[in-house]
């Protein structure tokens, strides 16, 4: 009698994938819903073969296991393939187990490395844009801002950013409360044209900028990221000395921390052309 195999025990399981047997079927088969996926449309069976980098005598089995489990299913109209209700629950699965947090951690400890520049991940808290991670440079920077940090709504350019995304109610909200806090009484600076240009011209360039704002001597910029609902999920933020971060929304430092915000996006499942 054959005995079965042990199971891989957790250590083995976590080694490195070079040192574990592939199945290169599944990574070949892999290429033809990584073909559907990218394209969110039906195709049929040429040009899916074309895409995955196969003839289509090789793609069409593939798509025929793949119908079987729910992966793909195909019209019956123009025999076009499209991903199936088994691709969906997957995706949705990956989805409600994402933590945008976690996805932009790491980016924020890159983008730190990269740009030599402090990185502050912030979320919409109960009382306004709130810090929840700091990376900290080579040479610090010394500012009054810590995990639980809570920002202003219109004096930060972080907090601007969250006002530039958020439904208005929200931000009118959060903004009349903050008011009261601070300097007692209603407030009507959302509906100033120069706060409404303000947060357009966020929108417009992705990113918010502020030179030696809300602090003299320190330049910030701040950055959304979405979630697949294309909601506004937190804000990174980037900040230095004015003397070494001059803040160009499309200098190096720009550029990088739009490629980190815009990947943690594509993690969380955002598409740009659905928003």
Known sequence: MRSTPPAPTDAEAAAPAKRQRRIQSI??????????????RPLPLKDLAQLADMPPGQAH?????????????QSPLTGHYELGPAALQ????????????????????????QADLSVALCVWGHLGPTVVR????????????????????????????????????MVRSMLEDEHRRVVGG?????????????????????????????????????????????????????FGP??????????PSGQLLRTHAEAVSHRLGYNPAKS
């Not at 089995?61 to 299913?73: D, E, N, Q, T």
């Not at 949705?92 to 400890?109: G, I």
């Not at 920002?151 to 006002?163: D, E, L, Q």
């Not at 030179?211 to 990221?225: D, F, H, K």
């Open 27 to 40: 990574e070949v088969g892999m290429r033809v819903l990584q073909a559907l996926t990218e394209q969110r």
């Open 61 to 73: 089995p593939y798509l025929v296991s793949f119908m079987a489990a729910g992966m793909v299913k």
């Open 134 to 169: 700091l990376d900290e440079p080579r040479y610090p920077l010394h500012v009054n801002l810590r995990v639980g940090t809570v920002m202003s709504v219109f004096n930060t350019i972080t907090g601007r950013v969250f006002a530039a995304y958020l439904p208005e109610k």
């Open 90 to 113: 997957m995706g949705l699965a990956a989805l409600q187990q994402l933590d945008p947090l976690t996805e932009a951690s790491q980016e924020a400890a890159l983008l730190c490395a």
């Open 242 to 251: 004015q003397g070494h971060f001059d803040a160009v929304i499309d200098g």
């Open 186 to 238: 209603t407030s009507g600076a959302f509906d100033s044209a120069e706060v409404r240009q303000m947060l357009a011209d966020i929108r417009a360039a992705g990113m918010g900028r502020g030179l030696s704002t809300p602090q003299p001597g320190v330049n910030t910029l701040s950055a959304p990221v979405f979630d697949a609902d294309g909601k506004i999920a937190l804000v990174i933020t980037v």
